[in-house]
């Protein structure tokens, strides 16, 4: 995957349990493209955000099974990254949720 480094974060997860990570652990949680590696998640984060990666943690989360009308449909498995930064480091993206 020699694609930009833009290319490889899709989106921030924000939840409740994700708010608890940040909070208490310094971790900030990305859905990424299925096919980066956690070399590439870290250094995407490093050069979009400006902050030093510790530590990735990957994980591939599987679609849910939804009801339609016309019976049952799945959403796309993707993947999750879990990422913790060194201690003083913040993503201000996320402060203020």
Known sequence: MSESIFSVIKRPVVTEKTNGLREEMNQYVFEVNRDANKIQVREAVEKIFGVRVVDVRTSVVRGKVKR??????????????????????????????
């Open 68 to 97: 339609t009308r016309r019976g049952f449909g799945k959403e796309s498995n993707w993947k999750r990254a879990v990422v913790t930064l060194r201690d003083g480091d913040t993503i201000a993206l996320f402060e203020g949720v």
